[in-house]
């Protein structure tokens, strides 16, 4: 059980628009950083959002992510075949004084 | 460029011990906050340790008393002592860097290293 929580998957075709969802509490989300991370099978997870809504350099624009209270979300538009890939939120929790991330959402491309 | 690379991973029984090792190039090791973390097979990502510039440390429940993160300053490396070895420890092992600067978050990975836990 992960303390942040995700849908286990989402599908969508080609061009079109997907949003993940990722909960979490006052202990984590609300009041730290919100972070995403893209993984392909056998990869290791990389950066894609940072500070709830920061793209680092090299990171497509088609993702985006937004954050309210103790949620948030990432969107992902214009999606292609190579966007297929799990997807992680994490946040540090300061009750924890640890990471904790999302269950991880299969993205799937149709 | 910063780079990550996990080595040490390996089969181990249970109750066994294994040193995992992590060494960085492109950034001093003991000016960052650096982390362990690991996924399962077929499992998402756990958060197991960090160790912090000032060598405070924290660990993951499910290692804690079993698992100690340092780093050799002279080698520019982190290491994960594992100890006490059980089944479900079976993963594989990242080290990653922490960023500080614009809140927190994990910049940088290994290509990690698998460790599997079987009699």
């Known amino acids: 059980q992960s303390v942040l929580t995700q849908p286990p998957s989402v599908s969508e075709a080609p061009r079109q628009r997907v949003t993940i969802s990722c909960s979490g509490s006052?202990?984590?989300?609300?009041?730290?950083?919100v972070n995403w991370y893209q993984q392909h099978p056998g990869k290791a997870p990389k950066l894609l959002i940072y500070?709830?809504?920061l793209l680092p350099s090299g990171v497509s624009d088609r993702f985006s992510a937004s954050k309210s209270g103790t949620s948030a979300s990432l969107a992902i538009s214009g999606l292609q075949s190579e966007d297929e890939a799990d997807y992680y939120c994490a946040s540090w929790d300061d009750s924890l004084n640890g990471w904790v991330f999302g269950g991880g959402t299969k993205l799937t491309v149709l | 460029e910063v780079q990550l690379v996990e080595s040490g991973g390996g089969l181990i029984q249970p109750g066994g011990s294994l040193r995992l090792s992590c060494a960085a190039s492109?950034?001093?090791?003991?000016?960052?906050?650096m982390s362990w973390v690991r996924q399962a097979p077929g499992k998402g990502l756990e958060w197991v340790s960090v160790i912090y510039s000032g060598s405070i440390t924290y660990y993951a429940d499910s290692v804690k008393g079993r698992f100690t993160i340092s780093r050799d300053n002279s080698k520019n490396t982190l290491y994960l002592q594992m100890n006490s070895l059980r089944a479900e420890d079976t993963a594989v092992y990242y080290c990653a860097r922490d960023q500080t600067a614009a809140g927190r978050y994990i910049d940088s990975w290994g290509q990690g290293t698998l460790v599997t836990v079987s009699s």
């Open positions: 006052s202990s984590n989300i609300e009041n730290t950083a």
């Open positions: 492109g950034f001093t090791v003991s000016s960052n906050y």
């Open positions: 500070y709830d809504d």
